[in-house]
């Protein structure tokens, strides 16, 4: 029990689920639906991917000032600091791209599983949240089945964020309290959900109210149990930025930026055979498993090998050759022209006409081994997108390669910013690591020359490195996840490329 100015407020342990399918369930966000209290790993995730790292470092130092505002004057006056550090002078679209792209991923694995107990089990489902609406209504309509989201207004100009909220201001004590009565005037919800004193005002206007404690003893909803996985996601940044993280990722940015340079000089610059071991004394972890196929003897008439990898970052053809330690040329939808100066290895753009780009495959393939990757864009998530069955009609030459990467600072793909910076990322991570792993080559019986279909060999291929990697098999295609990530289908112009699978 805890009691407010004369009034008391239950346990959320102690609110029933059951028979709520006809209820309204109105909760605060930070702290009740979510375990953590802090809306500022959030906040520092949007000002990285829309200002990067300097306005990362702006938040950081109005960091200070937002706890002392926050924890002994005014909860609304931290909150306002904290807005205005973050997205002042954004772009709305970029903070919307952000919001439905970015945090979904870190809010999901955050969610309070006694409040989703009850939030879950009633038939209206409405968050009331000091958060800028535009920072939360996605992931909460899209993931959590809300129906309704009041949040802070923020004011703009010309297509960018003032930082400054609009009347009432940020929603906190009774601005919550205000803006319940007028979005729902004439009824009272059944259920109220908060977790401290300045949501009790709006608690007090439902019929039910319950508290979620501070200190919870559970641990975040298991994702199967959530109405909605996440597939795609975007962003640069691998773990949550709390303060300390935060600090630390700007801390090692100058660095990690030299290191990434050294290392792709490296690739670049060495004899494939030795970048290997080069890459082992610069913190660059290859794992190799299976037993790569030699060498094609194009000299004798035989057709190179179409190795068929899983697509984790436009790096895995590179490391397929660091794997093989030889050169393999590479077919791309699309890499940025930085991309392409810089890398080691052969790289030729897909065209998107099937039958120009048949040809191209067949010739390069009279030329030597060659890699692919069908899935036509990157996914981070342990899902394998669907396979293009093109390639299966050009060869029976087929070495399926289960790719997978581990970074633990930045992630080295994005959908929303430029490509070219992609290998940077990935080579600033302190020890990055990539396994690559040779499946046996495809018997003759399963190709299209042992009677096969095209999509018959590659949904095959697709189940093969699904079940070496543990990841699940999707029909989605690249067209799915940048409508997801982008708000547009991924189609760029052939000469002026920046986006890239």
């Not at 960091?63 to 006056?77: D, I, K, Q, T, W």
Request: proline share 6%; net charge positive; with cysteine.
């Amino acid at each position: 029990m805890v009691a407010f100015r004369g009034a008391t407020f239950k346990t959320v342990d102690q609110c029933t689920s059951v028979g709520r399918e006809g209820h309204t369930v109105v909760a605060d966000m930070d702290g009740t639906l979510l375990l953590g209290r802090s809306s500022f790993p959030y906040f520092a995730l949007v000002a990285f991917e829309v200002g990067g790292v300097l306005r990362l470092l702006l938040l950081l130092l109005a960091a200070p000032l937002v706890g002392v505002l926050y924890y002994f004057l005014s909860e609304s006056a931290g909150i306002k600091v904290l807005i205005f550090a973050a997205l002042a002078g954004a772009r709305v679209e970029e903070v919307e791209l952000a919001a439905r792209a970015v945090l979904p991923k870190f809010y999901l694995a955050d969610v309070h599983p006694e409040a989703w107990r009850v939030f879950s089990a009633c038939g209206r489902r409405c968050v009331l949240t000091a958060n800028p609406r535009i920072m939360v209504e996605a992931f909460l309509k899209e993931y959590l089945g809300a129906d309704l989201v009041i949040g802070t207004e923020l004011g703009t100009y010309k297509g960018r964020l003032t930082g400054f909220a609009v009347h009432p201001g940020v929603l906190v004590g009774r601005n919550k309290a205000a803006a319940l009565r007028k979005q729902l005037p004439e009824a009272s919800p059944e259920i109220g959900l908060g977790d401290r004193e300045t949501d009790f005002p709006f608690m007090s206007l439902c019929q039910e109210a319950y508290v979620v404690p501070s200190k919870p003893r559970c641990g975040a909803v298991a994702s199967d149990k959530l109405p909605k996985p996440v597939v795609f996601h975007d962003g640069r940044l691998v773990q949550k930025p709390t303060p300390l993280l935060a600090l630390v990722t700007v801390l090692w940015f100058p660095a990690g930026f030299l290191l990434a340079c050294l290392r792709i000089a490296t690739g670049a610059l060495l004899p494939m055979r030795y970048v290997y071991h080069a890459f082992r004394a610069l913190g660059v972890r290859v794992t190799v498993r299976g037993t790569p196929p030699p060498p094609a003897s194009t000299s004798l008439g035989h057709s190179g090998v179409l190795f068929v990898c899983s697509h984790r970052t436009l790096l895995d053809p590179v490391f397929l050759s660091v794997a093989l330690g030889r050169p393999i040329a590479a077919v791309t939808y699309s890499v940025s022209r930085l991309s392409e100066i810089l890398s080691p290895i052969r790289t030729v753009r897909l065209s998107r006409d099937r039958a120009r780009d048949a040809a191209m495959i067949r010739k390069l393939l009279q030329e030597g081994d060659l890699a692919i990757c069908p899935e036509g864009t990157t996914c981070r998530e342990p899902f394998l997108l669907r396979f293009s069955a093109l390639f299966a009609e050009l060869t029976d030459q087929i070495v399926p390669v289960a790719t997978c990467s581990r970074m633990s600072m930045f992630h080295g793909t994005t959908a929303r910013g430029w490509k070219g910076m992609d290998p940077f990322y990935f080579f600033m991570n302190p020890s990055p690591a990539y396994e690559v792993t040779f499946l046996d080559k495809l018997p003759l019986e399963i190709t299209c020359s042992g009677g096969k279909s095209s999509h018959e060999v590659a949904n095959y291929i697709q189940r093969a490195i699904a079940s070496t990697l543990s990841y699940e098999c999707t029909r989605f295609t690249r067209k799915d996840k940048y409508r997801a990530l982008a708000g547009n289908d991924g189609t760029v112009p052939e000469k002026k490329s920046k986006a890239e699978g």
